[in-house]
C-alpha cells in the first residue's frame, strides 16, 4: 500500500492523505481535489465556513506511510530537497497556540519563537460566499506577521499555514 498526500506547495502542510492499493500515486492534483480543495472550518452556533484552497497552490507527492497523518493532516508537511523534488518522509511540524486576531484591516499571527529565516504564511480567510487569500512572511528573526485584509464584522473561518508550525483552522472574529 502507498501512501499519497496532497499539500500546499507555498508552506509544504499536507491537506490530504489517501492510501492506494495496487495503483500508482497520481501526478496531477486536479486528479484529485478538482479546481479547488474544499476546507471547512466550524464556526459558532453550528455553523460552518468552506475554504476553498485553489489547485494552483497544491502539489502530490508519494510519501513513506505515516498513519496519523490521516487523524491530523495539517500537523505534517511535506520537504522538498535543493533539486525541488518532495522528500519521502514527512515532517512533523511545530505545535502552536499563541494569539491570531483580526485588527485594524489585518489578520496579525504572532508565533511562540522567532524564526531564524524568511518564513512563509499562508492564509485563507472566509467572507459570506468568498474567500480571501492572503500571502506574506514571517522576517528572520522576527515572531509576527500581519496581513492586510478587509472583513466585514463577525466570524469568519481561517485556514492558516506557517512553513515549519502545524496548520491552524480556527475561527476569527472581525471587530
Known amino acids: ?44 452556533g453550528g455553523r460552518s465556513a468552506v475554504l476553498a484552497l485553489p489547485d494552483r497552490r ?21 520537504d522538498t530537497g535543493q533539486d525541488g523534488k518532495p522528500r519521502p518522509a514527512l515532517a512533523q511540524l511545530a505545535p502552536w497556540s499563541t494569539t491570531l486576531e483580526i485588527t485594524a484591516g489585518k489578520l496579525v499571527l504572532t508565533l511562540p519563537a522567532s524564526v531564524t529565516r524568511l518564513t512563509p504564511v499562508l492564509a485563507l480567510i472566509s467572507d459570506g460566499q468568498q474567500a480571501h487569500v492572503l500571502v506574506g512572511e514571517v522576517p528572520a528573526g522576527g515572531a509576527q506577521a500581519e496581513l492586510p485584509v478587509a472583513l466585514d464584522t463577525g466570524e469568519h473561518g481561517a485556514l492558516v499555514l506557517v512553513a515549519g508550525y502545524a496548520g491552524r483552522l480556527q475561527e476569527v472574529t472581525a471587530p
Open 1 to 44: 500500500m502507498g501512501l499519497s498526500v496532497v499539500y500546499v506547495a507555498d508552506t509544504g502542510h499536507v491537506v490530504g492523505a489517501l492510501a492506494l492499493t495496487g495503483a500508482g500515486a497520481p501526478v496531477e492534483v486536479g486528479s484529485l481535489v478538482g479546481e479547488a480543495l474544499p476546507v471547512r472550518v466550524s464556526l459558532s
Open 58 to 78: 497544491l502539489a502530490v507527492a508519494a510519501v513513506d506511510d505515516e498513519p496519523a497523518v490521516f487523524a491530523e493532516p495539517l500537523a505534517f508537511g511535506v
